[in-house]
């Protein structure tokens, strides 16, 4: 744990505080499968926590997929809609959230969505969307670089008014772990299963769910 003192948090949204990653997945495999081949959760971890275009050039390279990156991202985009408003909290994501509001702690989310698919993504969450001070976008005017690029985190940090080392990030993926490194903050990742954790040692740890976090363990203040 760090020595200095956290005062800020900065949550990744997809697969973290919403259980979105299995609608990515079933997506990318209908796509794949048209081609006759399978996305698989090695294909996975490789794109989560990414950016769209990025994502879709990964899944490309990787499947040697007959399409541009322009063409997998209309093809995706043309199946997901319809499904995001299904996304529904991850385990102890709410809680902890609720935790920290209710003890003073300003909040704020860093995601590699845009802002068209965020907000399918909380169609059912605006009142959980109130708890945060501020939400970063990859659209975000001053974002131009993806995760593991750390400009999304960088700018919620001076939204929130705080130094990258004030601040605490939880997320997912091995590009949030190393966007959040790079930004010089302190991250909490909470892998999926299939998310190989030797890729995650950058982390200054690695639980498996949100409801195992012990703020105590970082001078925050304890859920008893």
Request: aromatic share 8%; hydrophobic share 40%; net charge negative.
């Amino acid at each position: 744990m760090p020595d200095y003192t956290i005062t800020h948090i900065i949550y990744d949204l997809d697969g973290l505080l919403l259980d979105t990653e299995f609608i990515h997945a079933q997506v990318n495999q209908a796509i794949a499968s048209q081609y006759g081949k399978v996305f698989d959760t090695s294909i996975q971890s490789k794109v989560i926590g990414r950016m769209a275009a990025d994502s879709a050039r990964i899944i490309i390279d990787l499947l040697e997929l007959p399409l541009t990156v322009q063409d997998y991202v209309t093809q995706k985009n043309a199946l997901i809609y319809d499904q995001y408003s299904l996304a529904r909290p991850m385990a102890g994501a709410m809680e902890l959230t609720h935790h920290f509001h209710q003890h003073g702690i300003p909040q704020a989310i860093a995601s590699s969505s845009t802002q068209r698919p965020f907000q399918a993504k909380i169609t059912h969450h605006h009142e959980w969307l109130k708890l945060f001070e501020c939400v970063v976008l990859s659209d975000d005017p001053k974002s131009p670089q993806g995760k593991p690029e750390p400009d999304c985190f960088l700018i919620a940090a001076e939204r929130l008014g705080a130094a990258p080392e004030q601040c605490l990030v939880f997320e997912d993926s091995i590009a949030g772990v190393t966007a959040a490194k790079r930004a010089g903050m302190s991250v909490v990742a909470v892998p999926a299963t299939y998310v190989d954790r030797a890729l995650l040692q950058e982390a200054d740890e690695i639980l498996t769910s949100l409801n195992h976090f012990q703020p105590e363990r970082w001078h925050l203040p304890s859920k008893i």
